[in-house]
């Protein structure tokens, strides 16, 4: 069990937004920056978010990323049938000197 | 463009010792701290450590404290990570990844991965 808590999955259908959240501790979340990754089968994960809430170049704003207190939730608008992934929050955990990364999320677009 | 590139895949047999290379090109090696992340089959994410190429060093996950060993030939901007005495509990995607700043900081994020090297640990 990840120290990191994500939804197992999420679902919503084409066009419509879903959220995932990230819930986290004072030592992970609560003091550290984090970031979201999506992975597709077989492939490497691929950053989405950064810094809480920054977008690499080439990802487009139906991404965006929030944090609250020990909290972070990420958000995907206009939902297409290739956002079919794993999601994966990270970040630092003060505490245990690592980098942690949520359980994933499995998101399904009906 | 920037990327790592990864060895192929290994097969190794419980006890033995596996060496995974990374080959950075497209952007200034030791500039970027490279980490290095697993993923067993259907499972998560799991962090094994960090090294700083410009000087070598390095962190581990205290889970593979005594069992890893990251190091870096930056004359060919590769880095290595090497685990011993595997087990089958070993048998996973190793990921090499850059942290996206360059600035050191733990809470970086990793903005470019390389493919992935799948090592297997059997009899």
């Known amino acids: 069990q990840s120290v990191l808590a994500q939804p197992p999955s999420v679902s919503a259908a084409p066009g419509q937004r879903v959220t995932i959240s990230c819930s986290g501790s004072?030592?992970?979340?609560?003091?550290?920056?984090v970031s979201w990754y999506r992975q597709l089968p077989g492939t490497a994960p691929k950053l989405l978010i950064y810094d809480n809430n920054q977008r690499p170049s080439g990802i487009p704003d139906r991404f965006s990323g929030s944090k609250s207190g020990t909290s972070a939730t990420l958000g995907i608008t206009g939902l297409q049938t290739g956002d079919e992934a794993d999601y994966y929050c990270g970040t630092w955990d003060s505490s245990l000197s690592v980098v942690l990364f949520g359980g994933g999320t499995k998101l399904t677009v009906l | 463009q920037e990327q790592l590139v990864q060895s192929g895949a290994e097969v190794k047999k419980p006890g033995a010792s596996v060496k995974v290379s990374c080959q950075a090109s497209g952007f200034t090696f030791t500039n970027h701290d490279i980490n290095w992340v697993r993923q067993a089959s259907g499972q998560g994410l799991e962090w094994m450590g960090w090294m700083n190429p410009n000087n070598g060093n390095t962190g581990y996950a205290q889970k593979f404290q005594g069992r890893v060993t990251m190091t870096r030939d930056t004359s060919i901007s590769t880095a290595y990570m090497e685990l011993s005495r595997l087990t089958s509990e070993d048998t996973a995607v190793y990921y090499c990844?850059?942290?996206?700043?360059?600035?050191?900081?733990?809470?970086?994020?990793?903005?470019?991965w390389g493919q992935g090297t799948m090592v297997t640990v059997s009899s």
């Open positions: 004072s030592s992970t979340i609560g003091n550290n920056y």
């Open positions: 990844a850059r942290d996206t700043h360059g600035d050191r900081r733990p809470d970086d994020a990793f903005d470019i």
